[in-house]
């Protein structure tokens, strides 16, 4: 048991938070940028008000955008606030991270300064973390410093208001709201280099006398843009070879100017990622992929491709902007563990579980041979989850009882892989139907009780015996450690490619594909005989004991249902052994 565990993040939130991102990336203006950042508070990030405040060139902000009122909108927008006034705000009440919230408590001596604000009506705070009508909280933008760090001039402010939940943002709202108002500047700043590239590109179009000024116009932008970019040649035999890149390009992949030009991107990109970039158009391509970089190690970036034409002769050459996206891929990849594994042990979790046997099972089982019989399609679905009623399941598991079926440990991507250089960047998909049932290998189940040599997907439902003794004796830290033991002696006992998981509490499941009935029994037997070995915990010696029950996943049932099975056949082998057997801490 968990003293303390990550907070529960669902999918879909994560799923909405990207979403909602990658939206700021794909404005065509300024303006549309601005909306969309408001847009995505609302909608990604559950607060019914949010307000975009930028910075002007005279450092005063005025309400760029605002999303969730209309009338609050009508009331603000294109009104300004001194710099002055802001400055003052985002240094008073609480510093959550970068974020800055004011409670109602302090905030009522900002109600006559001249930053536009709206008014909302409701009742006092029943709760210390409801949230008040008077409360403030600014979300501040600053231009993308070095290696990403958000330290540079304040670009503007997100502020918020009313959360749907009632509640002032926990750990997981602020890190959510961070996050989107770092990803918001860098989507802001872009925007802005775009419409500068493209009053730069545009002048290139004029007239031969104006050509030389749009030239030099261009070449500043393009050499000291903070993000990298490159010019490649279009058509011909040297089609995607590189002319030319900017010093942010050269820095990020350590490589000189001098060497870029020997290599075009399909050169430099990961092989893995070869067909991503084909896929790529020439105008208006985007596409998030690896490039090499001299020392041999791969970065994440995103590529934007832009194409240079000349009125009279066409396209002249693809202009390429290239954006490090290395830190938002690791907190993805954070995120996405985190929603899918257990914070104590590392495993995967409930939801990552049945995701992954859900993908090996679809909604209707394998049609039957030719010439089979209604009957023998009975005694299949007998064999697929039935148990028989006078103690089948007794007999032949139940020296061991239930003897497990092995467990397994499907591929899934690891924090460590990344770590360690690997960029295994490949986030599980979550089962689906599968469309016609044409490309689908059916997972099927042993027919009967005997073990004829057939495989299946063995699903083996664990559940330590003695284990609520040890945290009643010795406390939760202790149980703790139990269970991290545990976890890796199950880890080791089972083949690459098998998963081991964590329901919760004290319960493991093991997904082992390829076994017959008696190699599931001998793996259930070898795990259990791991399990209960003595665990040393702070000088103790402890033990627990391990009740096993394998269940067949087969096609036509749900996740649920199979986990289901393997759980009645644990408590089947648990009540039949007697209790001076079960092997307590």
Known sequence: METESEPYVRLTTLRQLHQVMADMNTARSLADTLQTVADGVVNGLGYELACVNLVRPDGDLVVAALSGNSAAEALISGRVGSRASWDRRLTMGEAWGDLRFIPHTEGWVLDEDDVPQWYTDGPAPRFEDEWHPSDRLFAPMYTPGAGGASCGELLGVISVDRPRNGRRPGAWGREALQMYAFQAAIAISNARLRANMQR??????????????????FRQAFEYAPSGMAIAEMGGDQQGRILR?????????????????????????????????LRT???GGRAELRLGRRDGTYVWVSLRNSVVADAADGP????????????????????AHRAS???????????????????????????????????SADSMNAAFGQFGEQGEFGGEYGEFGAA????????????????????AFDFHAAGRPYDAFDHHVHTVAPEDERDDGAKGLAVLFCDLDGFKSINDRFGHNAGDAVLIEVA???????????TVARLGGD??????DGLGRADAQDLAVRLRNEIIQPIRVDGRAMRVGASFGIGWAHCGMTADEVLKSADERMYVEKRSRPRQHRRAG
């Open 341 to 375: 594994h257990d914070a104590l042990t590392g495993l995967p979790n409930s939801a990552e579980l049945r995701s992954r046997l859900s993908a090996r099972i679809c909604q209707r089982p394998q049609s039957l041979p030719a010439g089979a019989s209604a009957d």
């Open 404 to 423: 497990a079926e092995q467990a397994a440990r499907l591929p899934h991507p690891s924090f460590d892989a990344y770590e360690a250089g690997g960029h």
């Open 488 to 498: 890796r002696r199950l880890s080791r006992g089972v083949r690459d490619g098998d």
């Open 281 to 283: 158009s020439a105008e």
């Open 200 to 217: 730069a590109l545009v002048r290139l179009e004029r007239e031969q006398q104006a050509l030389r000024a749009s030239e030099e116009s």
């Open 507 to 512: 319960e493991f499941v093991v997904l082992a």
């Open 245 to 277: 890149t900017n010093d942010a390009l050269c820095r990020l992949l350590g490589r000189p100017a001098s060497a870029m030009r020997r290599y075009a991107f399909s050169d430099l990109v990961h092989p893995e990622d070869i067909g991503t970039l």
């Open 316 to 335: 002249r050459f693809l202009l390429t902007h290239v954006e490090d996206i290395e830190e938002r891929k690791r907190r993805e990849l954070q995120l």
